[in-house]
């Protein structure tokens, strides 16, 4: 079974990079999406985008310049990198694996595997 | 971008009765495939969400069958058919069309 696990600092200074590592266990990373979610406390989920395992990515647009997803097969991680982060950029961050579901002659991808997520306050 | 909007954003209900919670997103969620591209996914409290219905209808593994989507269009609607004291949770619809991919605000699904 498919295990996600986010790992990173706690706590991050504004104006630096949040760098979070997602490990995944029992299974492989090749030949999948993954993604990371996030969560500001007590509010709803942003999708932030996601990585194919070959190192194709999509980003949220309201990100803008400030995000870079990568993913190391030989490591079964995948990484977030969000730059100049402020206080608007404090939530859990939760990585998850898109699962494929076949249609006649397309593909529909849905968040199957979640992590626990993890929580990244931003402050001085 | 495409804006997914909840109604209600709270609801209390009594176990045994059922539920329903509307999802409207701000263009048709209709692919070429004929399909309409939404998931419903649930938040319990302290946990990840987990997905609850993909594509609209279809019942991920392990969802009871209490659980139903429905919708086409721009209009969407997950159904409990009796609700249970573990259902407690936020529920959150999320268009698969476009990217970036959205969510809808939650609605938070209490037992009176």
């Known amino acids: 079974q498919v295990q996600l696990q986010e790992s990173g600092p706690g706590l991050v200074k504004p104006s630096e990079t949040l760098s979070l590592t997602c490990t995944v266990s029992g299974g492989s990373i090749s030949n999948y999406y993954w993604s990371w979610i996030r969560q500001p406390p007590g509010k709803g989920l942003e999708f932030l985008g996601y990585?194919?395992?070959?190192?194709?990515?999509n980003y949220n647009p309201s990100l803008r310049s400030r995000v870079t997803m990568s993913a190391d097969t030989s490591k079964s991680q995948f990484s977030l990198n969000l730059k100049y982060v402020t206080a608007a950029d404090t939530a859990v961050y939760f990585c998850?694996?898109?699962?494929?579901?076949?249609?006649?002659?397309?593909?529909?991808?849905?968040?199957?595997?979640w992590g626990k997520g993890t929580s990244v306050t931003v402050s001085s | 971008d495409i804006v997914m909007t909840q109604s209600p954003l709270s609801l209390p209900v009594t176990p045994g009765e059922p539920a329903s919670i509307s999802c409207r997103s701000s263009?048709?969620?209709?692919?070429?495939?004929?399909?309409?591209?939404l998931d419903w996914y649930v938040q319990k409290p302290g946990q990840s969400p987990k997905v609850l219905i993909y594509l609209t209808s279809n019942r991920a593994s392990g969802v009871p069958d209490r659980f139903s989507g429905s919708g086409s269009g721009t209009d969407f609607t997950l159904r409990i058919s009796r609700v249970e004291a573990g259902d407690v949770g936020v529920y959150y619809c999320m268009q698969a069309l476009q990217t970036p991919r959205a969510f809808g605000q939650g609605t938070k699904l209490e037992i009176k």
């Open positions: 990585i194919y395992s070959s190192g194709i990515t």
């Open positions: 998850a694996r898109f699962t494929e579901h076949q249609l006649k002659s397309d593909s529909y991808y849905y968040l199957e595997v």
């Open positions: 263009q048709s969620l209709l692919h070429r495939s004929g399909y309409h591209f």
